[in-house]
């Protein structure tokens, strides 16, 4: 597919923005962790009435916290912890003493409110440079950044780390595609952020404006914000002729640049030097072993104005601590498989819309487009998968077509799903965070 810039990337010698951290010793690592995660809870035991009132219950004081093993006597936080104390009932600093503040637009109720202190922007700053240059991206490179700019953490998080590299900044932000493709020529852009839904249709309107972004400057993509599949990483990187890299975040937590895969490509490096992550049972809230699948739960170490303990994330993915390629001793998280949130159960089985995407990305005759429609068919749920046709496809192909994705879904994925194939354009393309499920069903309550 002519994209042969990722070989020469990946070619070139490892570097470490941050090497006495990056590549420290675990046990040092280990070491740095319990010394902040013992600030932290002295931090939210004296600032926090909802962490103090927990942590009593539990009969746990801050001195008992020694190792960084003991975060497992903390109790969890939730999201809804953070609605409940809306809008800065859980911040450790006076609002005189923020920086900035940030929100998630909450699909139901309240936002969730962040707030940082100048010494948390600078903490993020650093991680979200740390992160680019692990990705590849390098002090005077041009960073095209079509993450949204805003109240949601992607633009500002990208922007600062991209300057803190020294890198150029183009903050562009969503939406305009047509623009973007033109800046991104013209200005000569070596990095592109942007969400995975968004960098694809990126690909798609430069493909049917006759621009090749495969002979343009672009080499390195940090895509994130939603749970993406190994095969949509191989369309975005053969569509756009570079090497996409998966990165991780969280508002609750910081934003972008909690985690972040390196030019191995082989899990995300979690910065455990600010964060200390752990993956436990969500049913029993036990810690799983190490490679066993489950809930990803996250203890900030370094956070001044919102200190969290033990949130829960809702993700779902494996740790491994096993060393990676590039030197660093920070452990993997593997690609997240989804949001417990966003998980289906249809007819007993476990869903995630990522693994639709997977069957689908890679499907001849239809284009990587697609939305999971889900309503309740008397005491069942059922699912339509919406996908869209490839320009060209002959429209009494449509019907076959549909029957060939359903089976695919069915032997892949174990799921008997209702498959429609829509006209080229059809299915609503993302400007930022893409809409995989419509769910029809009755709300309970
Ligand atoms: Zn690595």
Known sequence: MGATTNAEVGAAPRFHLHPEVEAMPRERLAALQAERLRATVRNAYANVPLHRTRLDAAGVKPEDIRAAADVRLLPFTLKTDLRDHYPFGMFARPRGELARLHASSGTTGRPTVVGYTAADIDAWADLMARSLAAAGARRGDVVHNAYGYGLFTGGLGAHYGAERLGAVVVPMSGGATERQIALIVDFG???????????????????????????????????????????????????????????YGLSEIMGPGVACECECQAGLHGWEDHFLFEVIDPETGAPVPEGDAGELVITTLTKEALPMLRYRTRDVTKV???????????????????????????????????????????????????????????????VTVEVEACAGLPHDAYVPVARAVAHHIKSLIGITADVVVKHPGEIPRSQGKAVRVRDLRPKPG
């Open 189 to 247: 852009a070596r990095v592109l952020c942007a969400t995975p839904s968004y960098a694809l249709a990126i690909a798609e309107v430069a493909e049917q404006q006759g621009v090749d972004l495969r002979n343009s400057a672009l080499e390195v993509g940090l895509f994130g914000a939603e749970p993406w599949s190994e095969a949509m990483r191989r369309e975005i990187e053969a569509r756009l002729g570079l090497r996409a890299v998966d990165i």
């Open 320 to 382: 491994t601590t096993a060393a990676c390629d590039c030197g660093r001793t920070h452990l993997r998280i593997l690609r997240i498989t989804g949001r417990n949130d966003d998980m289906l159960i249809i007819r007993g089985v476990n869903v995630y819309p990522s693994q639709v995407e997977a069957v689908l990305v890679g499907l001849p005759d239809i284009a990587p487009h697609y939305q999971l429609v889900v309503e309740r068919r008397g005491s069942l749920d059922h």
